[in-house]
């Protein structure tokens, strides 16, 4: 059982930067998958970045593609989403979860959702 808790959302001007994190607890939070999803209102929730269990395996949804960037703390059981210029149409609740698999679509264990907000 993995449980994830993320922070660090608020809201920026555009062309801003925040840096989300989602810490999980359990010991084996290495061995998971993490990807980081984005819920817009109205819109369907979207992977924005995964990143496997020892970082060297990253993917990015083409519309954060340079400008996102993910990595993670095995040591600290804390996986990072670097979000910079930032546009009004990022404003979304950002969710990461967990997943034993790079290879399976499904995703286990989801946190609970931090609100970015991008005004312009």
């Known amino acids: 059982q993995v449980q994830l808790v993320e922070s660090g959302g608020g809201l920026v001007q555009a062309g801003g930067s925040l840096r989300l994190s989602c810490a999980a607890s359990?010991?084996?939070?290495?061995?998971?998958?993490v990807g980081w999803f984005r819920q817009a209102p109205g819109k369907e929730r979207e992977l924005v970045a995964a990143?496997?269990?020892?970082?060297?395996?990253?993917y990015y949804a083409d519309s954060v593609k340079g400008r996102f960037a993910v990595s993670r703390d095995n040591a600290k059981n804390t996986v990072y989403l670097q979000m910079n210029s930032l546009k009004p149409e990022d404003t979304a609740v950002y969710y990461c979860a967990a997943k034993t698999s790079w290879y399976v679509r499904k995703y286990d264990y989801w946190g609970q959702g931090t609100q970015v907000t991008v005004s312009s």
């Open positions: 359990g010991r084996t939070f290495s061995s998971y998958v």
């Open positions: 990143c496997n269990r020892g970082g060297d395996s990253i």
